[in-house]
């Protein structure tokens, strides 16, 4: 946006620096204090920030809902464990490769789909999430265990295992770095802004030369990308799946986090991550209600905070900062 | 540079569009009039990609391209506004007009998600550009806000500019005059007159006939979806078909 009035400011600089600190030392802290279950939290966090990134990409910015997304953190997580151990493919790589597939199977859906208006949309890739949800319950050869799942393998990179919480926060933290900084290039570049012009308006960004068919499977696709990233993070860092990780309350979850959280925006889906998995953490001793709170959580922000967490702060910001005067340009 | 043969389009059993043919060279104003109900934006949206005709063929610069998409269509030289106004609403100013550069822009996938220095480079000049048109139709110190925080005017003036940005040889201005003030539309006139400059052509459709005879080279007039009449404004004005189908006159 108006990123070339940004560069070069050195406050800024000190700032994400710090937060990167920060950011490293957390396990650091949990482990002073004692408590160890925050960095198993913190992972989770991670997960759940690079997967619901990446619904905002189609979600958020190019204006495209998808119920279905459990299917490609379920191809991501499946994806990489059979990968690694029937393929003896390593983890590392076996991480790519499932997420590769992932996004090839959402451009395959989105290609036919891209004609689908919004419910329809919501109606087909509920259908999709169903659908996988069923194969890896039933599988070919019952090759994902079925409903027993499956056991994976930890990551292990030149000899050192990602095998504790501690150490896989890191890899997490390093996964989350990447995509985010992928996530912030593409939306702010000709591909990102021919996204929100469909989601604006499709007809006049196919008058302005957008070819939305184009970057609607493109958005789809690299979403799943992202998706299926913190699929195969889940599988290796768990170290055992099964079909109940990968049902359609998954992909609520999913949306529940991103409209929660704010949409559109970086910070949006991990402030969302993060609230949703904390209050999680706080109903853990009523399971059943979960479902019942996150429907709350929708209405709530449908209704009251169409910006989500993150817009509601930048509406008291810009109210803040803009107090009496007119709105004035910024040059 | 733009020339249609016959065309001809129908919704069912209703010829919205029935044998039209018109010439527009470039920079020329070419006006298109006639009551509600004619079919001109119709034609627009033949022209620009979005119906393709039953019939005829839109031969630009030697090219035909009925039946072409709307992006395609863009990419040839041919941008467009709306009669309803279509902005990205909650996209900046200056992010409408960069996203009406698209096709003129070169970055691909992997190039914008590692931001290579080609693709930074283009980025600034894409902004650069942008703001010297938006300085163009006088909208730069506007450049920061929502498109949506617009006045009605300054909206349509962002739709042509947003136009202008994919550096057409043929603008198509539906109703730009719609809703504007007096002052607006002189604006609105000597903006024409600055894009007519560039050498661009303009096909034009306006209701406010004061404005039409000011800029219009030369008219085309429908009535239920036919061609009535083609002409220099003054012929127009005087011939009596015009003035019956304008005033419901009796034949």
Same mark, same amino acid.
């Given at each position: 946006?108006?990123?070339?009035?940004?560069?070069?400011?050195?406050?800024?600089?000190?700032?994400?620096?710090?937060?990167?600190?920060?950011?490293?030392?957390?396990?650091?802290?949990?482990?002073?204090?004692?408590?160890?279950?925050?960095? +198993?939290?913190?992972?989770?966090?991670?997960?759940?920030?690079?997967?619901?990134?990446?619904?905002?990409?189609?979600?958020?910015?190019?204006?495209?809902?998808?119920?279905?997304?459990? *299917?490609?953190?379920?191809?991501?997580?499946?994806?990489?464990?059979?990968?690694?151990?029937?393929?003896?493919?390593?983890?590392?790589?076996?991480?790519?490769?499932?997420?590769?597939?992932?996004?090839?199977? &959402?451009?395959?859906?989105?290609?036919?789909?891209?004609?689908?208006?919004?419910?329809?949309?919501?109606?087909?890739?509920?259908?999709?999430?169903?659908?996988?949800?069923?194969?890896?319950?039933?599988?070919?050869?019952?090759?994902?265990?079925? *409903?027993?799942?499956?056991?994976?393998?930890?990551?292990?990179?030149?000899?050192?295992?990602?095998?504790?919480?501690?150490?896989?926060?890191?890899?997490?933290?390093?996964?989350?770095?990447?995509?985010?900084?992928?996530?912030?290039?593409?939306?702010?570049?000709?591909?990102?802004?021919?996204?929100?012009?469909?989601?604006?308006?499709?007809?006049?960004?196919?008058?302005?030369?957008?070819?939305?068919?184009?970057?609607?499977?493109?958005?789809?696709?690299?979403?799943?990308?992202?998706?299926?990233?913190?699929?195969?993070?889940? *599988?290796?860092?768990? &170290?055992?799946?099964?079909?109940? +990780?990968?049902?359609?309350?998954?992909?609520?979850?999913?949306? +529940?986090?991103?409209?929660?959280?704010?949409?559109?925006?970086?910070?949006?889906?991990?402030?969302?991550?993060? *609230?949703?998995?904390?209050?999680?953490?706080?109903?853990?001793?009523?399971?059943?209600?979960?479902?019942?709170?996150?429907?709350?959580?929708?209405?709530?922000?449908?209704?009251?905070?169409?910006?989500?967490?993150?817009?509601?702060?930048?509406?008291?910001?810009?109210?803040?900062?803009?107090?009496?005067?007119?709105?004035?340009?910024?040059? | 540079?733009?020339?249609?043969?016959?065309?001809?389009?129908?919704?069912?059993?209703?010829?919205?569009?029935?044998?039209?043919?018109?010439?527009?060279?470039?920079?020329?104003?070419?006006?298109?009039?006639?009551?509600?109900?004619?079919?001109?934006?119709?034609?627009?949206?033949?022209?620009?990609?979005?119906?393709?005709?039953?019939?005829?063929?839109?031969?630009?610069?030697?090219?035909?391209?009925?039946?072409?998409?709307?992006?395609?269509?863009?990419?040839?030289?041919?941008?467009?506004?709306?009669?309803?106004?279509?902005?990205?609403?909650?996209?900046?100013?200056?992010?409408?007009?960069?996203?009406?550069?698209?096709?003129?822009?070169?970055?691909?996938?992997?190039?914008?998600?590692?931001?290579?220095?080609?693709?930074?480079?283009?980025?600034?000049?894409?902004?650069?550009?942008?703001?010297?048109?938006?300085?163009?139709?006088?909208?730069?110190?506007?450049?920061?806000?929502?498109?949506?925080?617009?006045?009605?005017?300054?909206?349509?003036?962002?739709?042509?500019?947003?136009?202008?940005?994919?550096?057409?040889?043929?603008?198509?201005?539906?109703?730009?005059?719609?809703?504007?003030?007096?002052?607006?539309?002189?604006?609105?006139?000597?903006?024409?007159?600055?894009?007519?400059?560039?050498?661009?052509?303009?096909?034009?459709?306006?209701?406010?006939?004061?404005?039409?005879?000011?800029?219009?080279?030369?008219?085309?007039?429908?009535?239920?979806?036919?061609?009535?009449?083609?002409?220099?404004?003054?012929?127009?004005?005087?011939?009596?078909?015009?003035?019956?189908?304008?005033?419901?006159?009796?034949?």
């Amino acid at each position: 946006m108006n990123k070339l009035l940004e560069k070069k400011n050195p406050a800024k600089h000190i700032k994400s620096f710090g937060f990167l600190a920060l950011l490293l030392l957390l396990p650091v802290i949990f482990t002073a204090v004692d408590f160890t279950y925050g960095i +198993t939290i913190s992972c989770f966090v991670a997960i759940y920030v690079i997967a619901v990134s990446g619904i905002d990409i189609v979600f958020g910015y190019c204006g495209q809902i998808s119920m279905g997304h459990a *299917a490609f953190y379920a191809v991501g997580a499946y994806g990489s464990a059979l990968l690694s151990s029937k393929l003896n493919i390593p983890i590392i790589i076996s991480m790519f490769i499932a997420p590769v597939i992932a996004a090839i199977l &959402g451009a395959l859906l989105a290609y036919p789909a891209s004609k689908l208006v919004f419910h329809f949309l919501s109606l087909a890739t509920i259908a999709f999430g169903e659908i996988t949800y069923q194969l890896i319950l039933q599988s070919p050869g019952g090759i994902t265990g079925n *409903a027993v799942g499956l056991a994976t393998k930890k990551v292990n990179l030149f000899g050192f295992a990602f095998n504790t919480s501690f150490r896989f926060y890191y890899l997490a933290l390093a996964f989350v770095l990447l995509l985010l900084a992928a996530k912030t290039n593409l939306v702010s570049s000709r591909v990102g802004r021919a996204f929100v012009a469909i989601r604006e308006n499709t007809h006049a960004a196919e008058g302005m030369g957008v070819n939305a068919r184009k970057y609607k499977v493109i958005a789809f696709a690299t979403s799943a990308f992202f998706t299926a990233v913190a699929g195969s993070m889940y *599988a290796h860092f768990v &170290g055992y799946i099964s079909p109940d +990780t990968f049902t359609n309350k998954q992909s609520v979850l999913f949306i +529940t986090m991103l409209l929660f959280g704010g949409t559109a925006s970086k910070p949006g889906p991990i402030i969302g991550a993060i *609230a949703v998995l904390l209050l999680n953490e706080a109903l853990r001793s009523m399971e059943n209600m979960q479902m019942l709170v996150y429907g709350f959580l929708l209405l709530i922000v449908i209704l009251l905070l169409p910006g989500g967490i993150f817009g509601m702060i930048k509406d008291l910001f810009y109210k803040y900062t803009h107090r009496g005067g007119k709105e004035n340009a910024k040059s | 540079m733009l020339k249609v043969n016959n065309v001809t389009l129908s919704f069912g059993g209703l010829v919205a569009n029935n044998d039209i043919s018109m010439e527009v060279p470039a920079g020329k104003i070419i006006g298109l009039i006639g009551p509600n109900g004619a079919g001109k934006t119709t034609f627009f949206n033949i022209v620009s990609g979005v119906y393709k005709p039953d019939k005829g063929t839109i031969v630009f610069n030697g090219t035909e391209i009925q039946g072409k998409r709307p992006y395609q269509i863009n990419k040839l030289g041919i941008a467009r506004t709306y009669q309803v106004i279509n902005l990205f609403k909650k996209m900046t100013v200056i992010d409408n007009v960069v996203v009406g550069m698209h096709s003129r822009l070169n970055q691909g996938y992997f190039s914008a998600l590692f931001k290579t220095k080609k693709a930074r480079e283009e980025e600034k000049m894409a902004y650069e550009k942008a703001l010297e048109l938006l300085d163009f139709v006088g909208l730069k110190n506007r450049a920061y806000q929502l498109a949506d925080s617009l006045s009605y005017g300054e909206q349509r003036i962002l739709e042509i500019c947003r136009g202008l940005a994919s550096n057409p040889q043929l603008l198509l201005l539906d109703e730009p005059a719609a809703g504007m003030n007096a002052t607006e539309k002189v604006e609105l006139d000597q903006l024409m007159q600055k894009i007519l400059k560039k050498d661009i052509g303009i096909l034009i459709i306006e209701h406010d006939m004061k404005l039409m005879m000011g800029v219009a080279d030369y008219l085309y007039v429908l009535n239920y979806g036919k061609l009535l009449a083609h002409g220099v404004t003054a012929d127009i004005q005087a011939n009596p078909e015009v003035i019956a189908a304008y005033l419901g006159g009796d034949e």
